[in-house]
């Protein structure tokens, strides 16, 4: 190689820009330290567990809801100095905008580098018995109400030039034939999130989603504490909301800055390997 070419790439290495920084490793109890984490749905199961590890990871959170009281309740058991909560209606799209601005003001650092897309809802039922109310709410929350507070977030994001991440909370119901309204709302979010990271990722923005199977939340009327057997999934139990929360701070953390567009599945094999169950 001549004198002008080790010049010529010595030059483009310093002129590049990379979207994407190589991550150091650091202390688990450091991976979101400095990180602002905005969670819609956080005082629900996993949300609030979210919610919890990502305090625990060195970030300050903000956990949204519909019900004061238990936004309330849940920052007084969460006991940190570093979480503080908005009551956030995903159906008024139009006051996303002043939502999210009040949002990044929450703390001295008056910025949101993690939006968490938690907050979701399932009729539970039957094919035959849904109503159109059912359908609309549920995709309203699932689906309407995921796509605009990412766009308020992304369009903050890109003018604050903030490298942050996005992460929507899917399902093991995106592999399975969609006959509910939530089964076909998690099919969205799958498709979404490959869209929203092929859009962001050119701003350093990475779009990921995590899908849990069966899990101990209230949402099936259970929790941690219960007896987690399931039989009929291959690895014979629940998942509990620490195990999804794990997964999500790893996906929201530098440490995965590498995975982008994908959707991981945490469902002991419900779904991934057996379709049939």
Known sequence: MGIKEK???VFKVINSKQIIAVPQ????????????VLITGGSGGIGFEIARKCIQSGAKVIITGTNKNKLQECVG?????EVKYMVFDLNDVSSFESKVKEAAAAFEENVIDVLVNCAGINPKKNFFDTQEKDFDLTMDINVKGTFFISQVVANYMIKNKVKGHILNLSSSSALRPAW?????????????TKGLADILIPYGIIVNAIAPGPTATPMLGMNSEDDLDLQNNPSKRYA???????LAVMLISDMGNLVVGDTLYATGGSGVITLHN
């Open 77 to 81: 058991k969460l006991d940190s100095k």
């Open 180 to 192: 509910s309204p939530y089964e076909m709302s998690k099919w969205t979010i799958r498709g979404f």
């Open 240 to 246: 509990t909301p620490e195990e999804i929360a794990n």
């Open 7 to 9: 010049i010529r790439r």
């Open 25 to 36: 490793f650091v202390d688990s109890n450091k991976m979101l330290h400095g990180k602002t």
